[in-house]
């Protein structure tokens, strides 16, 4: 394509642009993390160029696409099988790699529609040419940013665990980079532990932790807790919480129930049918556990935050609150608050006297494993040592990291 044609070529998209509706600035009212942005939209952001652009939609397609199914789980029991989700047309798709891309300080752009329907019409390496002068700027001339990462899975009315329909692929992104041969996800699986390569070690039943059994755990044994809180509505739903980087570690040998785990689920109680927003339920969960880092991975088993997730340190013989999370609510928290944790060591003095509140720090991140994934910020907690992610992004582009 010459210069001309090409300038030619741009100069009447923007004069279509400009004399179209303009895209609504306002932010979704309810984030939907289970479908991509409606609409033709491109993804943009300050001083990139198109290879950083197209290095950036393809290394989110690669995670998109060949996401291993509840590998990255402890609390679902390890490596169980591979799914991959092929289908570039499919919503699961298409808003993985929106999720992923506004995770890495990408902003979504959306066009009125009469422009992003002579954009999509276009040829890959005429669309090419146009995405190749705007996806840089930080002021959109073709539309509006319609979407920038705004811990959305911190909010209580976010979408999160829809299933997918159809949904056209409208992403001129997407229809503009090649997505054949594409690159292994990064962060890759960790090498299997011999010992997870093996027959199931020893196990027994989750153990059931209560203000009367406490005490007799073993001095030794580290101990969290935590505190859902929700309503009728949010029938079941909590957090699963899970051992970082369990996958390189030795198992854990469970042969009585009160030995400790590395990955649990603590949600609402669950019910026959929901109830009504106005009805409060909550759930306290305490649980013994293997010393080490764990993260808040996932909101039931339908998203997982491997793109960026709190995690805090828990040694032998610590008692850590993990703190109380309003998984119905405008701001989940924590609340750290020790009074739930308190209250519930009254019969363990022991325990009580070496009880604190956890260190959350944001950002840790690992393979994704589940139907939908994005990452979770605590506000105000500091980022893990490198991570650039979620709300610690520049809009700038980054520095392609070599995979030597």
Not at 186 to 210: C, D, E, F, M, N
Not at 222 to 251: D, H, K, M, Q, W
């Amino acid at each position: 394509m010459t210069i001309i044609w090409k300038a030619a070529l741009v100069a009447t998209v923007l004069a279509v642009g400009a004399t179209s509706p303009a895209a609504s600035q306002e932010r979704r009212e309810r984030a939907n993390l289970t479908r991509p942005t409606a609409g033709h939209t491109y993804y943009s952001r300050a001083g990139a160029t198109l290879a950083s652009h197209n290095d950036a939609v393809r290394a989110c397609a690669a995670r998109a696409s060949a996401t291993p199914q509840a590998q990255n789980a402890p609390m679902t029991g390890g490596l169980v099988g591979v799914g991959l989700a092929t289908a570039q047309d499919n919503a699961r798709f298409q808003a993985n790699v929106e999720n992923c891309m506004v995770v890495q300080g990408w902003s979504v752009v959306r066009l009125p529609e009469n422009v992003g329907e002579q954009l999509f019409r276009m040829k890959r390496d005429e669309l090419t040419e146009v995405l190749s002068i705007v996806v840089g700027r930080a002021t959109p001339e073709l539309g509006d940013i319609v979407r920038v990462f705004d811990n959305e899975a911190a909010r209580g009315d976010t979408i999160w665990g829809a299933m997918p329909g159809y949904y056209g692929e409208d992403s001129l992104s997407l229809k503009a980079v090649d997505l054949r041969n594409l690159p292994p996800p990064i962060p890759a699986l960790l090498p299997l532990h011999p010992g997870r390569a093996v027959v199931q070690s020893p196990s027994a039943p989750l153990p059931a932790i209560t203000p009367e059994n406490v005490a007799s755990l073993p001095p030794e044994t580290a101990l969290v807790i935590i505190r859902i809180v929700g309503t009728g509505r949010t029938n079941g739903e909590g957090l699963g919480i899970g051992r970082a980087n369990f996958r390189s570690l030795p198992p854990p040998i469970r042969r009585v129930q009160t030995d400790p785990v590395e990955g649990f689920y603590a949600g609402v109680k669950w019910t026959l049918f929901k109830g009504s927003n106005r009805e409060r339920r909550e759930t306290l969960v305490a649980m013994p556990v293997v010393p080490g880092d764990y993260r808040i991975e996932s909101r039931m088993n339908t998203m997982e935050y491997c793109l960026g997730a709190p995690v805090t340190r828990v040694g032998a013989g610590d008692v850590v609150f993990l703190g109380t999370f309003d998984i119905a609510g405008q701001v989940m928290g924590p609340d750290m608050s020790l009074e739930p944790a308190t209250a519930f060591l009254a019969n363990d003095p022991a325990r009580a006297s070496r009880l604190r509140a956890a260190e959350w720090r944001n950002g840790h991140v690992a393979p994704c494993g589940m139907v939908y994934f994005y990452a979770l910020e605590i506000p105000g907690a500091p980022f893990e040592p490198g991570y650039a992610g979620g709300s610690s992004a520049t809009r700038s582009p980054p520095s392609i990291p070599s995979r030597d």
